[in-house]
């Protein structure tokens, strides 16, 4: 009788513990599918990253997030927006990171950052602590992007209270990093093109409009009809 009812009791236990991996499996595939919905028709950078910052801080329920760009070979981030909630203060601009010595440190080669409670964290050194109190966190997760061996941002979500994040968090934000980085680094490129079709579109335009204003200034007989046949346009419809 007491194996049957151990039996019993394993076969709940990993029912449930089935049940959970597959509603977690449905909850991430559907917060992927609604970020993937709201990037894909995007095309400016900034609303990409602000559209970003929206979706993960409603899914997670957090207090703010950020995506930050690291310029001056990694002494300083820019930051242009922020998620926040309503009552939380943005943090925006040029920012050092000298008073995070110890947490680049981690971040510089690629490891995500997750800190539980910043008032009893090891992992942060007293200017760090007090950075974080003056800006209200006390938990948060920030994940680094590494692109060809380059530290070149991040992706941080803010909490104002102790949390004790789950690896399904933290993996949220991680591909939420990486999806956002993707689809800013389209949208650059994409415009990148269009600038150099609307650079060269104008320069063949300058040089049709030199060419004919030399063709019908000089009117050389002789190599009217070699032009014509490279051109493809006749003499009557130029004159």
């Given at each position: 009788?007491?194996?049957?009812?151990?039996?019993?009791?394993?076969?709940?236990?990993?029912?449930?513990?089935?049940e959970?991996?597959?509603?977690?499996?449905?909850?991430?595939?559907?917060?992927?599918?609604?970020?993937?919905?709201?990037?894909?028709?995007?095309?400016?950078?900034?609303?990409?990253?602000?559209?970003?910052?929206r979706?993960?801080?409603?899914h997670?329920?957090?207090?703010?997030?950020?995506?930050?760009?690291?310029?001056?070979?990694?002494?300083?981030?820019?930051?242009?927006?922020?998620?926040?909630?309503?009552?939380?203060?943005?943090?925006?601009?040029?920012?050092?990171?000298?008073?995070?010595?110890?947490?680049?440190?981690?971040?510089?080669?690629?490891?995500?950052?997750?800190?539980?409670?910043?008032?009893?964290?090891?992992?942060?050194?007293?200017?760090?602590?007090?950075?974080?109190?003056?800006?209200?966190?006390?938990?948060?997760?920030?994940?680094p992007?590494?692109?060809?061996?380059?530290?070149?941002?991040?992706?941080?979500?803010?909490?104002?209270?102790?949390?004790?994040?789950?690896?399904?968090?933290?993996?949220?934000?991680?591909?939420?990093?990486?999806?956002?980085?993707?689809?800013?680094?389209?949208?650059?490129?994409?415009?990148?093109?269009?600038?150099?079709?609307?650079?060269?579109?104008?320069?063949?335009?300058?040089?049709?409009?030199?060419?004919f204003?030399?063709?019908?200034?000089?009117?050389?007989?002789?190599?009217?009809?070699?032009?014509?046949?490279?051109?493809?346009?006749?003499?009557?419809?130029?004159?």
């Open positions: 009788m007491f194996m049957v009812r151990a039996d019993a009791t394993q076969v709940h236990t990993a029912r449930k513990m089935a959970a991996i597959v509603r977690e499996n449905a909850e991430r595939q559907g917060f992927l599918l609604k970020l993937n919905d709201v990037l894909h028709p995007l095309g400016d950078p900034l609303a990409i990253q602000a559209a970003a910052m979706v993960v801080g409603e997670l329920q957090v207090a703010r997030v950020f995506y930050s760009e690291v310029i001056a070979d990694g002494e300083e981030v820019i930051v242009t927006d922020n998620y926040v909630r309503p009552g939380v203060a943005k943090i925006t601009g040029r920012l050092p990171v000298r008073d995070y010595s110890k947490l680049v440190a981690k971040l510089r080669p690629g490891q995500t950052l997750v800190v539980t409670d910043a008032r009893t964290s090891l992992a942060l050194a007293e200017p760090a602590q007090a950075a974080y109190k003056a800006l209200g966190i006390v938990a948060n997760i920030t994940v992007l590494i692109k060809d061996g380059r530290w070149v941002a991040n992706l941080g979500v803010h909490q104002q209270t102790a949390r004790q994040w789950s690896p399904e968090e933290i993996a949220l934000v991680v591909e939420t990093a990486e999806r956002t980085w993707a689809a800013v680094a389209r949208a650059r490129a994409e415009e990148q093109v269009r600038t150099a079709y609307t650079h060269l579109t104008n320069v063949f335009a300058r040089i049709t409009d030199c060419f204003a030399l063709y019908n200034h000089f009117r050389v007989p002789d190599v009217i009809p070699q032009a014509e046949a490279y051109f493809c346009f006749s003499k009557a419809a130029m004159i």
